[in-house]
Nanobody
């Protein structure tokens, strides 16, 4: 049974930081690229960041570039999203996801990822 479990969400003031973690089990973690998506109420699910299997390449949506950092620790079966300089518009449920194709077919479409976590709420207050 594959499980992706997010943690580290919460409430933070604008300008603050949070670090999300996603712990994976039931799969060969090092064989999967990992991504982060987010969804705010009434909005479409949005690509945030992705990292290839060994951590050698990272990708970000323009709205978070320079503020967020994705990383992974394959020995711990965990992917992270460090979020700095948070803005109210970052408020959303954040999901981690796993791509067996190592982003070779793209990285921004939800359908590319076959396993998903249940999400972690991030709320940024003004």
């Amino acid at each position: 049974q594959v499980q992706l479990v997010e943690s580290g969400g919460g409430l933070v003031q604008a300008g603050g930081s949070l670090r999300l973690s996603c712990a994976a089990s039931g799969l060969t973690f090092s064989a999967y690229a990992m991504g982060w998506f987010r969804q705010a109420p009434g909005k479409e699910r949005e690509f945030v960041a992705a990292v290839t299997t060994s951590g050698g390449n990272t990708y970000y949506t323009d709205s978070v570039k320079g503020r967020f950092t994705i990383s992974r620790d394959n020995a711990k079966n965990t992917v992270y999203l460090q979020m700095n300089s948070l803005k109210p518009e970052d408020t959303a449920v954040y999901y981690c996801a796993a791509d067996v194709n190592n982003l070779n077919y793209g990285r921004t479409r939800s359908s590319l990822y076959e396993y998903w976590g249940q999400g972690a709420q991030v709320t940024v207050s003004s």
